[in-house]
């Protein structure tokens, strides 16, 4: 799956976080979690809310409802 492919050939998009929510790329976190790679985060400078983002981000997908996940402190 998607942790064997990032293992494969790395991480080709960064999570968006705000602060330390991720705002879009939670398969990607996981699988790099799974995978033993360090996830390549970007921080989010938008304005909007958190919930807006994702929203504007997944218009296109189905709609699924997955719980937040936050990224562990260093």
Known sequence: GLSED???HGQKEPIILRERLILDGR????SCVKAGIEPIG???RGTELP????????LR???TFHPPI???EQ
Do not use: G, T
């Open 6 to 8: 990032i293992r494969m």
């Open 27 to 30: 398969n990607r976190y996981l």
């Open 42 to 44: 970007e921080h989010c």
């Open 51 to 58: 919930e807006e983002f994702v929203v504007s981000r997944n």
């Open 61 to 63: 997908q189905p709609p």
């Open 70 to 72: 936050y990224i562990r």
